[in-house]
Each structure stands twice: as structure tokens, then as C-alpha cells.
Nanobody
């Protein structure tokens, strides 16, 4: 089992910055990749950014140039640096950990709220 704990969500004004953190604990040996998703009210959960072995594999177009995903110790800690935040970035942000060769290795954090005021 893997536990993911996110932190760093807050209320911030448009144009501000936040850094989200996600710490993985437990048996992390199955994890190949980690990612950040977000879900705004009334909308489906969407993939924001993903990283594998320290290399960024995906960033959604709407945050390109503003958000940066990074990792520490590859499989245990992942960050999302968010700059020039916009009201449309308001959502619950979720950390995800995935084992690409093990379908049972898929875990979610509890989510952290990011609210951007105009």
C-alpha cells in the first residue's frame, strides 16, 4: 500500500504563486510515475502534469509556461510549482502515483484546494 499526502493548497489572488507538495509513503517500489490532476466544480478530473524518473512527460496546454512539475527521490515526493495563477485554475488538486506494469499500483491523495480570486 502507498499513502499520498498533498499539501500547499490555499486561497491566492490572481497572478500569485503556490507550490503543492505530495509525499508518498509505504511500499513505493511499484511506482513508475507520478502526476497532478485537478477537478473544478462541475467538471471532470483532468491531468495537469506528469513526471517519470525525473523527466516531465506531460503538461496540459492551459498551464504551459506557468506550472512546473518536479520530483525529489523520483518515487516519493512530487511538487507542482504554479505561477501566474488565474481564477480558472481554481480546483481541488490531486496527486497520483502509478505503476505502469502493475495495474493494482494506482493511488490517489486526498486532494488539496486551490482557490484563485480575481
Amino acid at each position: 500500500q502507498v499513502q499520498l499526502v498533498e499539501s500547499g493548497g490555499a486561497l491566492v489572488q490572481a497572478g500569485g504563486s503556490l507550490r503543492l507538495s505530495c509525499a508518498a509513503s509505504g511500499d513505493t517500489s511499484c511506482i513508475d510515475a507520478m502526476a497532478w490532476y485537478r477537478q473544478a466544480p462541475g467538471r471532470e478530473r483532468e491531468l495537469v502534469a506528469a513526471i517519470r524518473d525525473g523527466a516531465v512527460t506531460y503538461v496540459v496546454d492551459s498551464v504551459q509556461g506557468r506550472f512546473t512539475i518536479s520530483s525529489e527521490n523520483t518515487k516519493t515526493t512530487v511538487y507542482l510549482r504554479m505561477n501566474r495563477l488565474k481564477p480558472e485554475d481554481t480546483a481541488v488538486y490531486y496527486c497520483n502515483a502509478l505503476g505502469e506494469s502493475d495495474s493494482s499500483c494506482k493511488y490517489w491523495g486526498q486532494g488539496t484546494q486551490v482557490t484563485v480570486s480575481s
